[in-house]
């Protein structure tokens, strides 16, 4: 049974910095897409960070809103994908949801399409 489990939320001041964490049981995170969404009280879900890896190498992507503040980052060895948040805002507020194995991400389709197994989330608090 395939589990993620996010941790490392809370509640942090405009300008400050979190790390969430992301740690899989029952899935190997290697050679495959992953990604940080991210929804705030009457908002859609947005994916924010995406990450493949791959026999060519590493590819990231980020979405407008947080290019620049947010790195998305994986240790295989430990089976856990991180979040680095800098710089936050309070419109970054929101619950944020890992999220593993799309085989649309994998074929080019979307970083954020299709995938399969999500954290159950962690809320991220900014105060202004």
């Known amino acids: 049974q395939v589990q993620l489990v996010e941790s490392g939320g809370g509640s942090v001041q405009a300008g400050g910095s979190l790390r969430l964490s992301c740690a899989a049981s029952?899935?190997?995170?290697?050679?495959?897409?992953v990604a940080w969404f991210r929804q705030a009280p009457g908002k859609e879900r947005e994916g924010i960070a995406s990450h493949y890896s791959g026999t060519g190498g590493g590819y990231t992507y980020y979405a407008d809103s947080v290019k620049g503040r947010f790195t998305i980052s994986r240790d295989n060895g430990k089976n856990t994908v991180y979040l680095q948040m800098n710089a936050l805002k309070p419109e970054d507020t929101a619950v944020y949801y890992c999220?593993?194995?799309?085989?649309?991400?994998?074929?080019?389709?979307?970083?954020?399409?299709?995938?399969?197994?999500w954290g159950q989330g962690t809320q991220v608090t900014v105060s202004s």
């Open positions: 999220a593993a194995e799309s085989r649309a991400c994998r074929a080019g389709g979307g970083w954020f399409a299709g995938y399969a197994y």
């Open positions: 029952g899935y190997t995170f290697s050679r495959n897409c």
